[in-house]
Every structure is written in structure tokens, then in C-alpha cells.
T-cell receptor
Framework: DAKTTQPNSMESNEEEPVHLPCNHS???????IHWYRQLPSQGPEYVIH???SNVNNRMASLAIAEDRKSSTLILHRATLRDAAVYYC??????????????FGRGTQLTVWP | DTGVSQNPRHKITKRGQNVTFRCDPI?????LYWYRQTLGQGPEFLTY????????KSRLLSDRFSAERPKGSFSTLEIQRTEQGDSAMYLC??????????????FGPGTRLLVL
């Protein structure tokens, strides 16, 4: 399974944009890039996913490099409630590992008031 | 949707005892997953059901662990002869197929197990 590399931690001030990077140099052509986050004492929750094109939803934006070897999760205006561990995950679109998610250690985002 | 629920939320047990956790997925979600999370680590996959069939098991799932989903609805995870190394958060997630790669897994709040 393709691996991802994320910084262990990042910090931001409230109401500022946050760019969370993820490297996935061994990504295959059929791997989707998913982001989940985990707030303290909660289970992970889905944030966004994409394949090649940049994606936007109400929670965040996902910018995918042209060579797909890296991506960036963008929180446009961080709030205190965005403080969480953010996981970048590659998901193959076929094969026996279709069901599972590989989380890694993620990036701990601290948001300062 | 009422969300994925897990019971109990916390469990303290003594080494050697058996424990059982329950997960109720979102209704009509036919896929159900169990993960384990230890402190400072991301969740690790344990096993996966599609309806009542257990389709995938991790090597982390030793023979002391057994999971069932008898009617394709709720699931149970049993740990026999617990060890201190089993102390962790046990997470359940459910999903419905939307073509595989795009499906979202919805997680419950987890059951935190402490083995003394």
C-alpha cells in the first residue's frame, strides 16, 4: 500500500488559512487521496477526497499537484474547532484492500485564539 | 442518520478476562469496519464485513479476537483472555458502496479499553 508523509504538527492562528501538506511519491494512477480528521476523544471524520483535480467542499479544499506526488489540504479560515489530527490516506480503487483505510500518524493541528 | 454507535464507551477489565464490544452502524450501511487505536498512533485496521460476511482480517487480529455480524446489522468484537497490550481505543465504522474509492467511512465514538 502506498505510503504518505505528513508533518507531525502544525500551528495556526484562528481565522487564518491553514495549508496541511502531504507527500505521496509512490502513488499509483488509480489511488484516490482522502483526508480524514480526528477531534479529541472522537472517531475520525471524513473531510474530502480527490483523484487529479482540485476539490472544494464546505469543510475544506484539496489541492493536488500535477504529478500527484503531493497534495495540500486547505482550511480557509481556521477555527478553534478545527484543532485535530489530520490524516492523509491513499485509497486504491480496486483490489483486496479496498475496504481498509491506512491512517499513519497524521498532522496534529493546533489553533491559537 | 443517527450515526454509528458503540457500546460501552469505556471498559476496564483485569488481565485474562473476556470482553465484548458492540457496534451499531448507520442503518442501510452494508459495510462495517473495526479499527484499533493506541495512544499517539492513527487507527489500525482490524477487520471488515460486507453484510454478514467477514471479507478481510488484519494480521493484528490474533486468535484471541473474534468479530461477528450475524444478521448484517450490528457487530460484536470479542477479545478473549485480555492482555495489557490490548488496551486501546476500538473504533467501528460503516459505509455503503458508492463505487469503492469514493465511499466515506463514518466512525463511531469508540470504546476505550483498559486492561489492568
Amino acid at each position: 500500500d502506498a505510503k504518505t508523509t505528513q508533518p507531525n504538527s502544525m500551528e495556526s492562528n484562528e481565522e487564518e488559512p491553514v495549508h496541511l501538506p502531504c507527500n505521496h511519491s509512490t502513488i499509483s494512477g488509480t489511488d484516490y487521496i482522502h483526508w480524514y480528521r480526528q477531534l479529541p476523544s472522537q472517531g475520525p471524520e471524513y473531510v474530502i477526497h480527490g483523484l487529479t483535480s482540485n476539490v472544494n467542499n464546505r469543510m475544506a479544499s484539496l489541492a493536488i499537484a500535477e504529478d500527484r506526488k503531493s497534495s495540500t489540504l486547505i482550511l480557509h479560515r481556521a477555527t478553534l474547532r478545527d484543532a485535530a489530527v489530520y490524516y492523509c490516506i491513499l485509497r486504491p480503487d480496486r483490489g483486496s484492500t479496498l475496504g481498509r483505510l491506512y491512517f499513519g500518524r497524521g498532522t496534529q493541528l493546533t489553533v491559537w485564539p | 442518520d443517527t450515526g454509528v454507535s458503540q457500546n460501552p464507551r469505556h471498559k476496564i477489565t483485569k488481565r485474562g478476562q473476556n470482553v465484548t464490544f458492540r457496534c451499531d452502524p448507520i442503518s442501510e450501511h452494508n459495510r462495517l469496519y473495526w479499527y484499533r487505536q493506541t495512544l499517539g498512533q492513527g487507527p489500525e485496521f482490524l477487520t471488515y464485513f460486507q453484510n454478514e460476511a467477514q471479507l478481510e482480517k488484519s494480521r493484528l487480529l490474533s486468535d484471541r479476537f473474534s468479530a461477528e455480524r450475524p444478521k448484517g446489522s450490528f457487530s460484536t468484537l470479542e477479545i478473549q483472555r485480555t492482555e495489557q497490550g490490548d488496551s486501546a481505543m476500538y473504533l467501528c465504522a460503516s459505509s455503503r458502496p458508492t463505487g469503492g474509492y469514493g465511499e466515506t467511512q463514518y466512525f463511531g465514538p469508540g470504546t476505550r479499553l483498559l486492561v489492568l
